[in-house]
């Protein structure tokens, strides 16, 4: 990589950010474009989100994404939210310029990445599992394409709360609906480190499709859609495409997501 004096800067903003693999493919894809700029992770505490946001601009930064915890107070930070960000209620992509512009490319991302599997979701039966920060994009993409959601959370109050939101129906337990449901999608942490049964998952049917966000992790629900005969995604493309969104909101160019695919499995061992 050859840093210059026109090198264009770019990042994501979070707190802890060490993890991140947005770096990985955002440079990979400024480098197969030719493009002279650079994608950098900035550790950002919560209490210092407002300063940083205007270090960033002050700096000439183009833009950063945003990720957990900011995702929610970025929106109150930025001149323009478009939208979706409003609708959401969280911004995950900045463009910096004159003014200071949020955008959320997550909602995107997530249906790009659920339509490899799952083409059509009109009127399609749903089952959101978690109402936490990601859960809004995914609520609001699923209603966008007009599918049946229901929605359950392990804290009913946060439940209710989205359903106002969204439009959608909160239950009291998944298995009210998985033995219905064309389509079950885990928003939670659970997988990420602790592991359990958020229902009994051996109620999963051949051909149901099991979408999870997390990725590289051999979770239990990932275990038991293969079993069941299910047809399962991770979160790994959710990823990529929600990046490459902002990137063309930046950039004007269009990215491979074949590279970045490519860069993320050679970074994570992976056989994609
Ligand atoms: P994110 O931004 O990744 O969605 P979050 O906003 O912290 O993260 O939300 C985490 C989600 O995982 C919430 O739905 C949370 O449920 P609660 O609202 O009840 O806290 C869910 N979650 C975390 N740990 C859980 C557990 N052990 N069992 C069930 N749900 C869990």
Same mark, same amino acid.
């Given at each position: 990589?050859?840093?210059? +004096?026109?090198?264009?800067?770019?990042?994501? !903003?979070?707190? #802890?950010?060490?993890?991140?693999?947005?770096?990985?493919?955002?440079?990979?894809?400024?480098?197969?474009?030719?493009? %002279?700029?650079?994608?950098? #992770?900035?550790?950002?505490?919560?209490?210092?989100? =407002?300063?940083?946001?205007?270090?960033?601009?002050?700096?000439?930064?183009?833009?950063?994404? &945003?990720?957990?915890?900011? =995702?929610? %107070?970025?929106?109150?930070? !930025?001149?323009?939210?478009?939208?979706?960000?409003?609708?959401? +209620?969280?911004?995950?992509? !900045?463009?910096?310029?004159?003014?200071?512009? +949020?955008?959320?490319?997550?909602?995107?991302?997530?249906?790009?990445?659920?339509?490899?599997?799952?083409?059509?979701?009109?009127?399609?039966?749903?089952?959101? /599992?978690?109402?936490?920060?990601?859960?809004?994009?995914? *609520?609001?993409?699923?209603?966008?394409? @007009?599918?049946?959601?229901?929605?359950?959370?392990?804290?009913?109050?946060?439940?209710?709360?989205? $359903?106002? $939101?969204?439009?959608?129906? &909160?239950?009291? $337990?998944?298995?009210?609906?998985? #033995?219905?449901?064309?389509?079950?999608?885990?928003?939670?942490?659970? +997988?990420?480190?602790?592991?359990?049964?958020?229902?009994?998952?051996?109620?999963?049917?051949?051909?149901?499709?099991?979408?999870?966000?997390?990725?590289?992790?051999?979770?239990?629900?990932?275990?038991?859609?293969? =079993?069941?005969?299910?047809?399962?995604?991770? @979160? /790994?493309?959710?990823?990529?495409?929600?990046?490459?969104?902002?990137?063309?909101?930046?950039?004007?160019?269009?990215?491979?997501?074949? !590279?970045? *695919?490519?860069? /993320?499995?050679?970074?994570?061992k992976l056989t994609l």
């Amino acid at each position: 990589m050859k840093i210059s +004096g026109r090198t264009a800067l770019y990042g994501v !903003v979070g707190y #802890p950010i060490s993890h991140s693999l947005s770096p990985i493919f955002q440079n990979r894809v400024f480098e197969h474009l030719g493009l %002279n700029a650079v994608y950098v #992770p900035f550790e950002v505490k919560p209490e210092n989100l =407002k300063t940083a946001l205007e270090g960033l601009k002050a700096l000439g930064i183009k833009g950063v994404n &945003v990720t957990i915890p900011h =995702k929610e %107070n970025v929106l109150e930070l !930025v001149d323009y939210a478009d939208e979706h960000a409003k609708n959401i +209620g969280a911004v995950n992509t !900045v463009k910096f310029g004159d003014k200071t512009e +949020g955008y959320n490319t997550d909602w995107v991302g997530f249906l790009k990445s659920l339509k490899e599997i799952l083409p059509e979701l009109k009127d399609k039966k749903v089952l959101v /599992l978690g109402a936490g920060g990601s859960a809004r994009a995914v *609520l609001y993409a699923l209603k966008q394409e @007009g599918a049946q959601v229901f929605l359950w959370n392990r804290t009913k109050e946060k439940a209710k709360l989205l $359903s106002q $939101s969204f439009g959608v129906e &909160v239950v009291e $337990s998944p298995e009210e609906v998985v #033995p219905t449901a064309d389509l079950i999608i885990n928003t939670t942490s659970v +997988g990420l480190t602790e592991d359990y049964m958020l229902f009994d998952y051996s109620l999963i049917r051949e051909r149901q499709v099991v979408f999870e966000l997390l990725y590289n992790r051999q979770t239990l629900l990932k275990e038991w859609a293969e =079993k069941r005969g299910a047809i399962y995604s991770d @979160g /790994l493309k959710m990823l990529v495409y929600q990046g490459l969104e902002s990137f063309r909101l930046w950039t004007g160019c269009e990215p491979s997501p074949k !590279v970045a *695919l490519q860069a /993320l499995s050679g970074h994570l061992k992976l056989t994609l």
